[in-house]
């Protein structure tokens, strides 16, 4: 019940095309959705995040969308760039303490 | 801007050797964490620290794990005698609050059991 499954696993898309990665969740108690963007060699970093009282949060090129009612929550990412090259994990919690991970996503910004 | 940081940046050790990873959380924060990532796998919980306290722990974290922190700025994670499936990229991160605060990671620390 704690888990949170990812999809795709990679992921190329041409420059200026939308990336989309999804995930789903079976535990009602989380209440808190961020997502992490890694760099090799880096930690993961916190992208953008949202609370299910929501249905859409939208920051610049990136916007996660939130379906409470089907438990799925994804990231679109628009006119990606080959910055934007990365390892993306969706995440979950409750009362803001630990994480649950998604497995990754790996997206390829192809020029 | 602040950042976590972790050394070594990769440790090898022998099976049934104690390492210790370190870490230097922001300076401010109060919540601290261990996470790890094995190779090709989701990251997954470790540990949460407050108040000089472990908060919670995972399924993972059995009596050959230990968070400590010394000193007031380090916060280290021990494993006594490590297993062939320790090897993973080990993750600290630190959060201002624990609730609904952005939790900062450090570039993570990968441990090779041999």
């Known amino acids: 019940q704690q888990q949170v499954k990812q999809s795709p696993q990679s992921l190329i898309v041409q420059k200026g095309g939308i990336s989309i990665i999804n995930c789903a969740y079976e535990?009602?108690?989380?209440?808190?959705f961020p997502w992490y963007q890694q760099f090799p060699g880096k930690g993961p970093a916190l992208l953008i995040a949202i609370r299910p009282d929501v249905s859409e949060k939208k920051e610049g090129r990136f916007t996660i969308s939130f379906n409470k009612s089907a438990k799925q929550f994804s990231l679109h990412i628009m006119d990606s760039q080959p910055g934007d090259s990365a390892t993306y994990f969706c995440?979950?919690?409750?009362?803001?303490?630990?994480?649950?991970f998604g497995g990754g996503t790996r997206v390829l910004v192809k020029p | 801007e602040p950042e976590v940081t972790q050394t070594p940046s990769h440790q090898v050790t022998q099976m049934g050797q104690e390492v210790i990873l370190r870490c230097v959380p922001i300076s401010n924060h109060l919540y601290f964490y261990w996470y790890r990532q094995i190779l090709g796998q989701k990251v997954e919980f470790l540990v949460s620290f407050y108040n000089n306290e472990i908060s919670e722990k995972s399924e993972i974290f059995d009596d050959q794990f230990s968070v400590e922190r010394p000193d007031g700025s380090n916060f280290t994670l021990k494993i006594r005698s490590t297993k062939l499936e320790d090897s993973a990229m080990y993750f600290c991160a630190s959060s201002a609050a624990g609730f609904y605060n952005e939790q900062f990671f450090g570039p993570g620390t990968r441990l090779t059991v041999l």
């Open positions: 995440a979950a919690t409750s009362a803001g303490n630990k994480l649950t």
């Open positions: 535990n009602t108690a989380f209440d808190y």
